[in-house]
């Protein structure tokens, strides 16, 4: 059955780049939601690719850097409409999210051959990948070390973690999430809530960053009584996340990795793997 696991989790990287390509050549008047989409992918694709065995270690890395300048490409239109969308929440006129769709629409049309051609490219990269010395186990290695670096980083509180520590850290969740939702077939009824409490963790973490961006975007500006409310307002938030953030911490990493592990495999060895959805 490990053996099953180790070619579901080969075919799942492979399958990427077409899924990629799928969302970029969607026909729909919403460009800012298909880059969030691609971008999510991208991400999804990271934390798979960081699940590959110590043999394919250098062609891995060389496909994740791949993945990165992708994600990182569509990163400024992303954040025009983080922007947008927190502005516009706590005060409709400091920003529109039209102009950020006309950004992103713009940079689809820049980018798109480009970031086609670099798929195809991963793509054919990843065709000469091979597991016939593999027979599965390096999944719950690398996870478990996954997990447990994101454990660790729960040492630090939080709540006052700085900024920088506290993006490292949600790419770890980030990619413990997407991890756990490719491994919930073998575990659906005790990998479910994990994979829903890695997701709020997630989007708690990421509130926070966004809040931040905002609040950086204001204070950039020239200052007005308007923008010194929406700033504490932006304060209050961010605190009220990263509290949020702290207490669903304590429930995802409340395990030790070998135990988390030792259980994944042992539920790895009795159910059969399927495909899963990333979006």
């Given at each position: 059955?490990?053996?099953?696991?180790?070619?579901?989790?080969?075919?799942?990287?492979?399958?990427?780049?077409a899924r990629?390509?799928?969302?970029?050549?969607r026909d729909d008047r919403d460009p800012a939601g298909r880059i969030h989409e691609f971008r999510r992918l991208m991400k999804a694709w990271r934390a798979l690719l960081k699940l590959a065995p110590a043999g394919l270690a250098e062609e891995e890395q060389a496909v994740r850097w791949g993945v990165a300048r992708l994600r990182r490409g569509f990163g400024m239109a992303r954040d025009a409409v983080v922007i947008?969308?927190?502005?516009?929440?706590?005060?409709?006129?400091?920003?529109?999210?039209?102009?950020?769709q006309a950004a992103a629409e713009a940079l689809l049309r820049e980018q798109g051959d480009a970031v086609r051609a670099e798929l195809r490219r991963l793509s054919d990269a990843m065709a000469r990948w091979s597991l016939s010395d593999e027979t599965g186990?390096?999944?719950?290695?690398?996870?478990?070390?996954?997990?447990?670096?994101?454990?660790?980083?729960?040492?630090?509180?939080?709540?006052?973690?700085?900024?920088?520590?506290?993006?490292?850290w949600r790419t770890m969740v980030v990619d413990l999430g997407y991890q756990l939702r490719f491994f919930q077939p073998a575990d659906p009824v005790r990998l479910r809530p994990q994979v829903e409490r890695a997701e709020r963790l997630r989007s708690r973490l990421g509130n926070v960053i966004d809040l931040d961006m905002a609040r950086a975007y204001l204070a950039e500006?020239?200052?007005?009584?308007d923008g010194e409310r929406?700033?504490?307002?932006?304060s209050r938030r961010i605190a009220r996340q990263r509290r949020k953030a702290a207490k669903l911490a304590r429930r995802l990493f409340d395990r030790r990795p070998k135990r988390v592990s030792a259980r994944l495999r042992e539920a790895m060895g009795l159910h059969s793997p399927r495909r899963v959805s990333f979006a």
């Open positions: 059955m490990m053996r099953r696991w180790a070619r579901h989790w080969l075919r799942s990287c492979r399958e990427m780049p990629a390509l799928a969302v970029l050549d947008a969308k927190v502005l516009g929440t706590l005060g409709p006129d400091h920003a529109s999210r039209d102009d950020a186990g390096f999944l719950t290695r690398t996870f478990r070390d996954s997990y447990r670096r994101a454990r660790r980083r729960t040492r630090r509180d939080p709540r006052r973690m700085n900024l920088k520590c506290l993006h490292g500006r020239p200052p007005t009584e929406l700033a504490d307002e932006i």
